[in-house]
């Protein structure tokens, strides 16, 4: 079921910068846009000034929805070929990362059994308490 990730240069990415054929390149992944240019909501002429480049600073400056994010997966053909990656300095949104939220998550689970641990020995404490006089 899984196909190999199509792998593309740098070189044939820059070659596809017109509407006729527009690729961009977001977090070192290749799309393919040119069906998408009419429908883009933020309109044409953005994904034709990064055609044919790395447009992923200029994707997270707008800060995209999630929406934008499941739909362009649609429209990615491949990946750069690691000669070509760029460490990216813009740090995908956090709810992209899914080790925080699942660090988060265990911090909240064991907080709610520790906290009723202390009532319920603060209410068995005073009951005692409240016996022995
Ligand atoms: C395959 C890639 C892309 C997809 C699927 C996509 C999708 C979308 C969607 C769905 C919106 C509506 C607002 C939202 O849901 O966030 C939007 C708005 C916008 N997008 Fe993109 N986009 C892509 C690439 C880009 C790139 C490379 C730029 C470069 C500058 C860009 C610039 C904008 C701008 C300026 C808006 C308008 C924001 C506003 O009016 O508030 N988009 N895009």
């Not at 400056?61 to 760029?86: C, F, N, P």
């Not at 925080?100 to 068995?124: H, N």
Request: hydrophobic fraction near 35%; include cysteine.
């Amino acid at each position: 079921m899984d196909q190999p990730v199509k792998l593309f240069r740098m070189a044939e990415v820059a070659k596809c910068n017109d509407s006729k054929q527009t690729y961009i390149v977001i977090h070192n992944a290749v799309y393919d846009v040119t069906a998408f240019l009419n429908e883009h909501p933020g309109g044409e002429e953005v994904l034709l000034d990064q055609a044919g480049k790395d447009g992923t600073e200029a994707f997270e400056d707008v800060g995209h929805s999630t929406d934008a994010r499941d739909m362009m997966k649609k429209y990615k053909i491949g990946e750069l070929v690691e000669e070509d990656r760029v460490e990216t300095k813009v740090k995908p949104p956090v709810n992209w990362d899914t080790d925080k939220e699942t660090s988060s998550s265990s911090w909240k689970s064991w907080i709610i059994p520790v906290a009723l641990g202390v009532v319920a020995t603060i209410l068995y404490r005073s009951y005692f308490i409240a016996q022995g006089h």
